[in-house]
């Protein structure tokens, strides 16, 4: 719920806002504490407005990580008005955690009809409310599920979003946030909109992405959470040809996109029956009429969905010779985000990455090594199959896009490959050192490999240098992107590589998991950030690391006795280096593998 509090907080006017809440567990607790969310959001919205409060998400706010922000803000007059709301957050939050002792139900159906429900409307009471109270629309939504019918995850729920929003307030504009995010910063719509406005790029302008930092991260980031090379270097390269890809949460993209192409004056509007199906009231919606009050009471009944004429398929338009083209979020992928964003692009659609230095978004990021790679595993397996469909960027997209465009999806979706060549160069070197058959030139360091960047240390007179001059800030800047290269082939070999088996071994078949949602305690998850946290119990990957650790060793004091035996030094520095590093960057999952077994 706080996710749906921050944004109800947004520094927008709320007459032209609208939060809707997709809950797809379809769970009467979420039912229930989007009410008391709203109840809440009636005193802090207010309170917020009042003191220009930038941190909206009360968990946040009240957290010690927001204890600067309190202090600048508050004077000793508005303590107790502070205090007071943080009775009533508190209050708030007992009485979710409590909802299953006072007979609500917690457990979720998985037939279930659909629900709409109008929580909060901001119209009920007239227009000429304070705006300093007003608080905008407030919708929940449970969509229809049959355990026999696909539903289609997160892109299914989007659609029916998409089309709900479409009917009841259809504003133009859409941020879709994941419930294990929230807004950081309150202008953050108005920033996005300064692009979609902006006359020179409105026309074609899709989505403005924001990147997605977590908020739980470590000094350490053990897991790879800030995914730097994406976020840091990936999206902000690809925003000087046609902007970043989609990345699922934190994007403010023109409803507009997804039916038509850019540049078009409403051209998909003809025969508009005839392209979205029957939904009078969502043809209407796209007119840019339906503007209506919201009648609570309406969106009870099942006329509501009936008119609505959910999607069960994907949704799809005629085109003008008559062939059937898909619109909306695609089913094709499970990566629904990254391939949506990738046909956006296709069609000549652009986006732009927006990374202030406020963050507008903040996530909670996995806490463990489990979590952290059925997650990588979804996306890489996601990637892996839009690479070989037939919407391979190599093939479908290369006439669509500029050449280098296509070659940062083809990277992205192809780099599941590189994975075959890290395996062998995490096999190769090793086998050869203990057979004594050099691979590498004579101690020449530039030439191989990314093991000499490796070889990059830090003692301290290096460090000041570094620090007090321009030149050194250059050389600290190439030679952290040397690290983060290194740690990248380390995280491929001892990450990646065992997930890629274990993706083949369940069944050679892609499966959208969930992650475990919300938001995680900030301070239980630093704790165990500092340590790789395993699963409990025996696990496919297990083997493979202990394998792969053990052969390390055994090379290197093998390979070492051997090389020194023979006195082969120069021949075999480059290999010995590799195993040494292998090994001692490894120390964290052999920490974590020795303490699972103690
Ligand atoms: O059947 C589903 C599955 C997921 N979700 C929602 O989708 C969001 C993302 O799901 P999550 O399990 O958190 O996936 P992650 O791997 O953490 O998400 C990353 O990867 C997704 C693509 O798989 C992107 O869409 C997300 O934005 C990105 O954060 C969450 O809000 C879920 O509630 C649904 O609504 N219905
Ligand atoms: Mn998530």
């Known amino acids: 719920m706080n996710t749906v509090l921050s944004v109800v907080a947004l520094d927008y006017p709320p007459e032209k806002l609208a939060v809707y809440l997709s809950d797809d567990g379809g769970s009467p607790v979420s039912l229930y504490a989007i009410k008391e969310a709203c109840l809440f959001a009636r005193s802090w919205v207010p309170f917020c407005r009042k003191y220009g409060i930038k941190t909206r998400c009360p968990e946040a706010y009240f957290s010690s990580f927001c204890d600067d ?3 600048l803000l508050l004077s000793d007059n508005s303590r107790a008005e502070e205090e007071n709301i943080r009775s009533m957050y508190e209050l708030f939050k007992k009485n979710v955690e409590t909802a299953k002792c006072v007979g609500i139900e917690g457990s979720v159906m998985q037939d279930r009809p659909p629900l709409i429900e109008v929580i909060h409307d901001n119209r009920e009471n007239g227009l000429n409310n304070n705006d300093e109270t007003k608080i905008p629309l407030v919708v929940y939504m449970s969509r229809k599920k049959r355990s026999n019918y696909p539903h289609h995850f997160k892109a299914g729920a989007l659609n029916t979003l998409l089309r709900v929003s479409g009917i009841i307030r259809n504003g133009p504009y859409v941020l879709v946030l994941d419930c294990d995010m929230y807004c950081n910063d309150p202008t953050s719509a108005r920033q996005a909109m300064c692009f979609h406005l902006d006359p020179h790029m409105s026309r074609s302008l899709a989505f403005v992405q924001n990147p997605q930092i977590f908020y739980n991260v470590s000094k350490n980031d053990i897991y790879d959470s800030q995914s730097r090379s994406a976020y840091k270097r990936m999206w902000q390269g690809m925003d000087g040809l046609r902007g970043p890809t989609l990345t699922g949460t934190g994007y403010y993209l023109k409803g507009e996109a997804l039916y038509g ?12 029956e005839r392209s979205f199906g029957l939904s009078s009231k969502f043809i209407t919606s796209l007119n840019g009429t339906s503007n209506q009050d919201t009648n609570g009471k309406e969106y009870h009944q099942m006329q509501f969905w009936k008119s609505l004429k959910t999607w069960p398929v994907a949704p799809m338009k005629t085109t003008q010779n008559g062939a059937k083209r898909q619109i909306g979020y695609s089913y094709d992928c499970l990566l629904e985000s990254t391939f949506t964003g990738y046909l956006l692009h296709c069609k000549g659609w652009k986006s732009v990455y927006l990374y202030p230095k406020r963050l507008c978004f903040l996530g909670c990021a996995t806490t463990n090594m489990k979590e952290a790679m059925v997650q990588r595993m979804k996306w890489s397996s996601g990637l892996f199959q839009f690479g070989f469909s037939r919407f391979s960027p190599l093939a479908y997209g290369m006439p669509k896009m500029s050449i280098l465009q296509s070659m940062c999806y083809g990277f992205f979706t192809f780099s599941t490959l590189l994975s075959v060549a890290f395996l062998i ?57 040397a690290k983060n290269v290194g740690d990248e082939v380390d995280h491929r070999i001892t990450i990646r590589m065992p997930r890629r088996v274990d993706n083949l071994l369940r069944h050679c078949k ?29 696990n496919v990957h297990d083997p493979l690391v202990n394998i792969s650790r053990a052969k390390h060793g055994i090379c290197l004091v093998g390979g070492v006795i051997r090389t020194m035996r023979e006195r082969m030094f120069g021949e075999m520095f480059g290999q010995v280096f590799i195993c040494y590093w292998g090994l001692l960057l490894s120390y964290p999952i052999l920490e974590g593998i020795i303490r699972k077994q103690r």
Request: hydrophobic share 30%; charged share 25%; glycine share 6%.
């Open 69 to 71: 922000e309190r202090l």
């Open 261 to 272: 192409s850019p540049n078009q004056e409403d051209a998909f509007l003809h025969e508009a």
């Open 425 to 481: 160069y995490g096999i190769g070197p090793q086998l050869c050192l203990l057979s004594s058959i050099p691979l590498y030139p004579k101690v020449r360091f530039l030439t191989h490999g990314s093991w000499p960047l490796r070889l990059y240390m830090h003692p301290p007179p290096v460090s000041i240098y570094t620090t007090s001059s321009p030149l050194g800030r250059i050389i600290q800047d190439v030679v952290e992107r």
């Open 510 to 538: 892609s499966k959208f998991q969930v992650d475990k949602q919300g938001h995680r305690s900030r301070k239980a998850r630093r704790v165990q950030e500092r340590q790789i946290q395993l699963p409990r119990g025996r």
